[in-house]
T-cell receptor, first 117, second 114 residues
């Protein structure tokens, strides 16, 4: 069974600085997708960035980028120029690719990010 | 584009009572998920539908939880009787269910069992 591990329960970053959130996963599949979701206090999960396992190039979305190391099964999120609005829980998620319609998303336990003014 | 709609947003019930949550997914999304998120934890999948068929309900406590998805669109999650440990946020999510797919979440239904 696939697992997702986030070993940092909480992280802090100074406004305008850069922070990296860690995520490791375990799977025997070769084809899968990885995601980072942001969950503010309102609890609505918002997609931050996603990565296709067969792509070597790391995904980037504005100030958010990932460091995807497939062999090491590592998928970290880097937030550059941190803003107060980035403060939230961040969840790493794995999506298997068994077959269309049966995609299963597995979430880590989350990392709470605090942004200090 | 309208997002995933859930209701009610908040519910407080006594243990042994029943409660039902409703979800309306994004139009055209074939796959619908119900997640349970206990405070301080990540979402845990309770049940996954593909259209109106159940794909995975392995973590659904079937002695007290039930869910249905009528006509492959709206879904209802019911808890009866509720226990204290059911206090959580119940997140509904949906996706197209094909290809490079992204899951979209509703705002969640907060349940407190006292």
């Amino acid at each position: 069974a696939q697992t997702v591990t986030q070993s940092q329960p909480e992280m802090s970053v100074q406004e305008a600085e850069t922070v990296t959130l860690s995520c490791t996963y375990d799977t025997s599949e070769s084809d899968y997708y990885l995601f980072w979701y942001k969950q503010p206090p309102s609890r609505q999960m918002i997609l931050v960035i996603r990565q296709e396992a067969y792509k070597q190039q790391n995904a980037t979305e504005n100030r958010f980028s990932v460091n995807f190391q497939k062999a090491a099964k590592s998928f970290s999120l880097k937030i550059s120029d941190s803003q107060l609005g980035d403060a939230a829980m961040y969840f790493c998620a794995y999506r298997s690719a068994d077959s269309p319609g049966t995609y299963k998303y597995i979430f880590g336990t989350g990392t709470r990010l605090k942004v200090l003014a | 584009e309208a997002g995933v709609a859930q209701s009610p947003r908040y519910k407080i019930i006594e243990k042994r009572q029943s409660v039902a949550f409703w979800c309306n997914p994004i139009s055209g999304h074939a796959t619908l998920y119900w997640y349970q998120q206990i405070l301080g934890q990540g979402p845990k999948l309770l049940i996954q539908f593909q259209n109106n068929g159940v794909v995975d309900d392995s973590q659904l406590p079937k002695d007290r939880f039930s869910a249905e998805r009528l006509k492959g669109v709206d879904s209802t999650l019911k808890i009866q009787p509720a226990k204290l440990e059911d206090s959580a946020v119940y997140l509904c999510a949906s996706s197209f269910g094909t290809g490079m797919d992204t899951i979209y979440f509703g705002e969640g239904s907060w349940l407190t069992v006292v």
